[in-house]
């Protein structure tokens, strides 16, 4: 994010009608929420594995993109995207993967929260794959020189690296992204119909320069800084 855009603001919200949820409709034990359910197929069961077997490792490989879900000791919960070329994430071993750092807007979320928390669940997505693979485990960070020297790209080392020990393993079906069209040609949506990522921005906290060569002037130095910072 261009430094110039970084300030402390307040955000400016559309003032909507509070919505209240209906307590009657509420599920709220375990017993309700299985009633509404057929039982668990065995199968999505004992899919679950402890270790990364050989097309988990597979999938991994072939990943360059993952999202990272976690929560701090407050349990407030936040989910990160992480990208890089295809097979990014090292696998160490059967129970160990690294995870690169890359610079970012240096709000820390993920690594604060995983000094807070260690448990983290991630999602791996391949283009073109309708099923992806859900890891989870336990997180640290790690400035080992050996392990981000396996992570370097375009010849920059990370700082860190994100530390997973795995402990749960499962390849998920394809329906959300059936249902989605998620990597469906025909199913994309032009961009521009939506304000640019800096305009957004803008309008939620100190407002949009209204004249547009000024605001293209701001969008072209977000897409520069992009082809300088990525790493």
Same mark, same amino acid.
């Given at each position: 994010w261009p430094a110039n855009l970084a300030k402390d603001i307040s955000p400016k919200g559309v003032a909507m009608q509070d919505f209240v949820p209906k307590p009657e409709f509420a599920v709220t034990n375990e017993a309700a929420l299985r009633a509404m359910f057929h039982a668990t197929h065995e199968l999505a069961i004992v899919k679950s594995l402890t270790a990364l077997d050989k097309h988990a490792q597979d999938f991994i490989r072939r990943a360059p993109f993952l999202c990272i879900g976690t929560q701090n000791r407050q349990a407030k919960a936040d989910v990160s995207p992480r990208? =890089?070329?295809?097979?990014f994430v090292s696998i160490l071993d059967q129970r160990h993967i690294a995870i690169?750092?890359?610079? +970012?807007?240096?709000?820390? =979320?993920?690594?604060?929260?995983?000094l807070d928390n260690?448990?983290? +669940?991630?999602?791996?997505?391949i283009p073109g794959y309708d099923d992806t693979l859900r890891v989870n485990g336990q997180a640290s960070l790690t400035t080992d020189p050996e392990i981000l020297g396996r992570l370097i790209v375009n010849g920059q080392t990370p700082k860190l690296a994100i530390l997973v020990r795995v402990t749960e393993v499962f390849l998920h079906c394809a329906k959300a992204f059936r249902r989605a069209h998620l990597w469906d040609p025909a199913y994309l949506q032009d961009r521009r119909e939506m304000p640019s990522l800096v305009k957004i921005i803008l309008d939620q906290t100190t407002g949009a320069p209204s004249d547009a060569q000024e605001?293209?002037?701001?969008?072209?130095?977000?897409?520069?800084?992009y082809k300088t910072s990525l790493y």
């Open positions: 990208g =890089d070329p295809a097979g690169p750092d890359r610079p +970012g807007n240096n709000r820390l =979320d993920t690594l604060m929260n995983i260690p448990s983290v +669940g991630l999602l791996f997505m605001m293209r002037k701001l969008d072209d130095e977000l897409e520069e800084d």
